[in-house]
């Protein structure tokens, strides 16, 4: 069983914000049961600060629910900002393709076709289909994905930026497993550097194993400039069951240089490029991987 505990005395007068960044306490998950959420105690606000409850709690409250229901998917390239900007909306078409001298890890493709809205200040969600191409196999859908993104602590009001992301992953055939991932999302700007850390629990539902919960990781560091092309490098790594971490040898890691650039078409819109080149770094990982992401976002 999950169980969300919620240990909240009554807020301050002042300092709403921190406090409902505060509100999820604890949450724990027995072996037995995953389908149960249980939230033992919540004390709503003073009456006169009522009207500030839903925006200060809300992404708190999602957040926590997040983090109870997530599961753990497979490295897909891309490292996510924990920031949530309204109103903003973008088409992404983003993928990669891998190559290496073994005939096993050579040629698999992942593409993945995407729509995002920016609902509200914390709350961005998504809606995309993937493509998939194994080694030996031929480019084929993979399933429909519905993303969120919930801003817990961002824009730089903090020591950190954090946020939480869920995913749950529709397999097209009914024969592959449906996927439900979660990551804990940070970012950190030191100087002229953005980094970004992505730690990932993915599991997969209706499989031969439900609670095989893996671990994966995403890195990024970003050069800011003011030059219409940046430079950065990204690292990504797959560590197998968190209860069962594999040799080294087994697990994949991959590091190598990125390439951004940006192409303002109007005041509120613009097209964004990401290229990068991916070395292997053990036995298990192909030896290089080409990715890419190509975004066109409006601010409405």
């Known amino acids: 069983m999950i ?27 027995s072996k037995d049961r995953r389908d149960e959420l249980t939230i033992r105690h919540i004390r709503r606000p003073p009456a006169h600060r009522a009207a500030a409850w839903p925006r200060a709690a809300g992404p708190a409250l999602v957040a926590a629910g997040l983090l109870a229901l997530a599961g753990a998917a497979h490295a897909k390239h891309k490292v996510y900002s924990p920031n949530v900007t309204k109103g903003e909306f973008a088409l992404e078409a983003r993928g990669h393709a891998d190559f290496d001298d073994e005939g096993s890890k050579d040629g698999g493709q992942k593409h993945v076709y995407e729509v995002e809205y920016a609902v509200t200040e914390w709350w961005n969600t998504a809606l995309f289909g993937k493509l998939k191409k194994s080694p030996d196999g031929a480019l084929r859908y993979d399933g429909t994905a519905w993303e969120n993104i919930i801003e817990v602590a961002g824009h730089g009001k903090y020591w950190i930026d954090f946020g939480l992301y869920l995913e749950f992953a529709k397999a097209d055939d009914d024969d592959d497993p449906n996927e439900l991932e979660g990551k ?48 950065g490098f990204e690292a990504f790594g797959e560590f197998g069951e968190i209860r069962d971490i594999l040799p080294l040898d087994e697990q994949e890691h991959q590091l190598g240089p990125v390439l951004w650039g940006e192409l303002e078409v109007t005041e ?3 097209f964004e490029v990401q290229l990068g080149w991916l070395f292997g770094l053990t036995d298990a990982t192909p030896d290089h991987t080409l990715k890419w992401i190509i975004e066109y976002e409006i601010d409405f």
Request: glycine share 6%; net charge positive.
């Open 268 to 270: 509120r819109s613009k």
């Open 184 to 231: 804990l999302l940070f970012e950190k700007l030191v100087g002229p550097l953005r980094n970004r850390l992505n730690v990932t629990f993915e599991e997969e539902l209706g499989g031969e194993d439900e609670s095989a919960t893996k671990l994966e990781y995403a890195w990024q560091t970003k050069w800011r400039t003011a030059t219409p092309v940046q430079v």
């Open 3 to 29: 169980r969300v505990r919620f240990f909240i005395a009554r807020p301050p007068q002042s300092g709403y914000r921190a406090w409902a960044e505060d509100v999820a306490g604890a949450v724990t998950q």
